[in-house]
């Protein structure tokens, strides 16, 4: 059995407490955690800063995150899976994440620094970084899982797309298909804005249909629901 010596700052205590309601562990190293809860700002020397383990996190995550994703969405293509992985390892993603754990007051900040609305996000991969090298990957890959895909709204990520009809015209191409769109404008009535209809259609199927104020977003819509039934097709 390891023991560790008592900490003799009542910070760094509560630190240590903090950590280990946050990741379930208790941790072995509680320098290198307080590398990744300090900021740019705070140091002179770069090496004392948090970028370093912000890079090694990144990848961390990207590992963690990108295996959860290929397991959820057997039959999402490249493209796809890329679509969501990023969603789930973006700044807002992350920044939200790192609001619920508690570690937040614990960043050493100085001044206003101009990406300050990011530094929950970029403290969850520093810290991420220094879970890997506390306890190793193993143990980092399960209170990753847990920390992060625990708080992802699956459902709201997969429709949060904006521009269906690239991802659709980019996927046709990715499978050697055509894609085309046929639009016309619905009768007109009194009162009422000129409304259109669209078909996005891929050799001769019809993959989606959408109305719009305008042809561009009638073909938006129609990519849109081309892109959620294939989506529950895949489910």
Partial sequence: MIFRHADKNPKDKTLRKVLRDC???????????????????????YLESNERLEFLGDAVLDMVVGEAVYLRYPNGDEGYLTQ??????????????????????????????????????????????AVFLDVGFTKCRKVLQHLLLSHVNWQELECTETDYKSRIVERCQKKGKTIGFRVHMLPQTP?????????????????????????????????????????????
Avoid at 23 to 45: C, E, M
Avoid at 192 to 205: K, R
Avoid at 213 to 234: H, I, V, Y
């Fill in 23 to 45: 990741f379930g562990f208790q941790p072995k190293n509680l320098d290198i955690y307080k590398i990744a809860l300090t900021h740019r700002s705070a140091v002179v020397a």
């Fill in 84 to 129: 969501i992985r990023s969603k789930v390892v973006s700044r807002d993603s992350l920044n939200k994440i790192a609001e619920q754990t508690g570690l937040l007051p614990f960043m050493e900040v100085k001044g206003n620094d101009n990406q300050s609305r990011n530094i929950g996000g970029n403290m969850l991969e520093a810290l991420a970084g």
């Fill in 191 to 235: 009162g009422n804005p000129s409304l259109f209809e669209a078909e996005a259609v891929s050799d001769g199927t019809v993959l989606g249909t959408g109305r719009g104020t305008s042809k561009k977003d009638a073909e938006q819509e129609a990519c849109r629901q081309a892109w959620l039934r294939e989506f529950n097709r895949g489910h």
